[in-house]
C-alpha cells in the first residue's frame, strides 16, 4: 500500500505535533498493521492500474472508516500502513467494515487484479516519538499481520478481552502462535461475523446538514476532512485550548444501568443538565457536551480524555431509573493521577432529581474550586435555572430533547409533542417553550416547512415565553438570538446570543453556531475567531463548524483561507452542498487565488444541481430568506458569480 495512504489522516497527538522538537510519551493504544497480499505481483504485473485502483478505494472507503473510527495513519511502511486508534472497539470495527467494502469492491475486478488485504490488530502500550510509534505492542500487532490469511483479521487476546461483545462482531480461537522477538506464544483469533447477529450494517450515506447543535453522524466519504481538522494543525487550528488559571472538567456521558433501553433519554438529560449547570461557573472550564459525546459507548482512560479534551478531571456516572425510584453514582477523577477524588450514590425518590442535580454541582464547585458552604449555595442560587414543579414535565421535557436530537422530520414533530405534554404538566416550566422554539427553527432551516415567516413567528413568540419565565436558561436566549436573527432584528438577535454567551461561555455549539449571526450583520472575521476558538474547545466538532468557517472566510474577504478549509470540508455535487459549492467557486476565482479553471469546474457541478440557477434569482432568495443586515454584503456574492461565469 505503498504511498497510498495519507500519513496525517486523523488526531495527531499533541506530544507528536510539538514545535519543540522530539518529544516522547507513552500511551496505551489499539495498534492495526496492514499489508496488501502480494503486492509486488501486482506492481509488477501492472504498476498504473495497481496504483490507480489503490487510490480509488482509499478514497472511497479506507480514509472515510479511518476518519469515522476515529483513528489515525502513523506511517506506510512499503507494501503496508500502520495504525493507531484510541479504542480497540473502533479498531475492530474499522478493520472489519475495510474488509466487507475489499470484498465487495473485488467481486467486479478479474482474479489476478483483486487487491486483497491482511490485517493484524493488538491493544497495548506504545512510544510515541515525532511522527512514528514503537513498542512491543506495535510488533505483536505486524507480527499477527504476518501470520494472518488474505481477507482476514487476526487480534490478541488482549484485543478480544478489551472489546468482548461491544463491538458487535464474533472471535474465533487459531491458537497459540509463536512470534519473532516476542518470548511468550501469542493468543490469536480471528474476527467473525457473529453467530446471530445478522449482516454488519454499514453506515453510510446519512444526509449531511447545514448546521448542527449536537454532535451527529456526517456521510463517512466527508467525515475525513473532519477528523482532518481534529487537533491537526492542517488549518493553523493548533491544540485543544484550555484556560490556565482554570480547573477544567469533562462530564462523560451518564451509563443507563437499567434493564430497559428507553430509558437512556434520561442519562442523557441527566448529562447535559450537569454540563449546563457546571459550565455557569465563571472560574471552572467546562468541556462541551458535543467533545465529551464522543465517548459514548467508547470507554476510555482518563488519560487519554485529559489529553483529548483538554481537562483536568473528569467526572463519570451512571443511572438507574424506575417509576418510583431512581439511583445515580457518580465519581470525580483527577485525570493525571487516575485519584478519585469524590463520590457519592443517590436513591431517591424522581421527583428530587434537581436536589440530586444540585448536590453534584456543589460538590464539584467544592472540590475543585473551594466554593462550600454559604458561598456555593449562594452561587446555585444566582446561577440556577427555575426547576420545573412536578416530575412527570422535566421527563417529558428529557424525552423531547432526545427526539429533537435525532434531527429528521418525523423526531421534530414528536419532539414537539413531548414538549407540549411537559407544558401541560407545568405551564410555568421555561424550558419547555425553548424547546418548542427549537422545533420551529429545525423546521426552518431543513425547509420541512413552507411557511416560514410562520415558522420564526413561532419561534419568536416561544424563545419570549421561555426568557419571561426563566431568565437564567441560555438556552431560551440562544433560541431568541436564532428567532430575532430570522425576524431580521440583528440588534436584538445580537443581545440575546450575547446574553446566552455570558451564561454559558464554555458551550462551543453555542459559540459556532453564532458565528452565523456576526457574518449576517457583516462582521466576519469576528466570526472567523470565534469559530477557531470553538474548534480548539471543541476537538471532536461537526463537519458544520467547517463549513461555517470557510463560509466566514469567503465573506472575510480571506480567499486563500477558504480554499484552504474547502479543501477539507470537501463539498460534494449533491444538493446539501450545494451552498458549500458556490462558496468554493467565488473563492477559486478570487483574484487572490485566480483559479479560473477550479471554478469554472465547480460552476458546471453547480449548474448541474441547479439547472435554473441565476445570478437574479439567487439574489432575490438571498434577500427573502437570508437576514443579511446590508444589501452590500449581497451584492459582494453577485461580483464573485460574476468573476465564476454564472449565469445572469
Known sequence: MANQLPPNVGPVDPAVASASGAVSSHRLAAIVSVDVVGYSRLMEADEAGTHEALTQFRRSTVEPLIAEYHGRIVKLTGDGALLEFPSAVDAVRCSFEIQQQAEIWNAERPD??????????????????????????????????????????????????????????GFAYVGERSAKNIIDPVEVYRVTAEAGAGPFILRRHFRSRRWLLVVGVLPLVLLLGLVAAWRFDLLGMGEVSMPASKPSIAVMPFRNLSADVSQDYFAEGMNEDLITDLAKFPGLYVASRSASDYYKDKPAPVQLVSSDLGVNYVLEGGIQKSDKAVRITVQLIDAASGENLWAERYD????????????????????LMGTTGLLAEAELRRLARKPANNWIAYDYLMQGWHEWYKFTPESNKEARRLFEIAGKADPTYARVYAGLAWTYALDYEYEWTDQYEETVAKALALSKKAVELDEKDYRGYWALGWSYLYSWEHEKAEAAYNKARQMNPNDAELMAEMASMLIYVGRPKQAVEQLREAIRRNPFHDRWYLEYLGWAYQEAGMAKECVDTM????????????????????????????????????AAKILALDPGFSMAAHRKYQEETLPYKSVDLIDKWIVAFQRVGLPP
Not at 506495535?138 to 461491544?166: H, K, T
Not at 432529581?353 to 453534584?360: G, L, M, N, S, V
Request: proline letters at 4%; hydrophobic letters at 45%.
Open 348 to 367: 431517591r425518590n424522581p421527583e428530587h432529581i434537581f436536589e440530586i442535580q444540585d448536590d453534584i454541582t456543589k460538590s464539584i464547585a467544592g472540590t
Open 567 to 602: 479543501k477539507v470540508v470537501d463539498p460534494q455535487p449533491v444538493q446539501t452542498d450545494l451552498w458549500l459549492l458556490r462558496i468554493l467557486a467565488a473563492c477559486d476565482a478570487d483574484p487572490a487565488v485566480n483559479k479560473m479553471d477550479e471554478a469554472h469546474a465547480v
Open 112 to 169: 489476478d487484479r483483486r487487491i486483497v488485504f491482511r490485517v493484524g490488530i493488538n491493544l497495548g502500550e506504545v512510544i510515541v516519538d515525532e511522527q512514528d510509534i514503537y513498542g512491543t505492542g506495535v510488533i505483536v500487532a505486524a507480527r499477527l499481520q504476518a501470520m494472518c490469511d488474505p481477507g482476514a483479521i487476526f487480534v490478541s487476546s488482549a484485543v478480544v478481552e478489551q472489546v468482548g461483545n461491544r463491538g458487535g462482531l
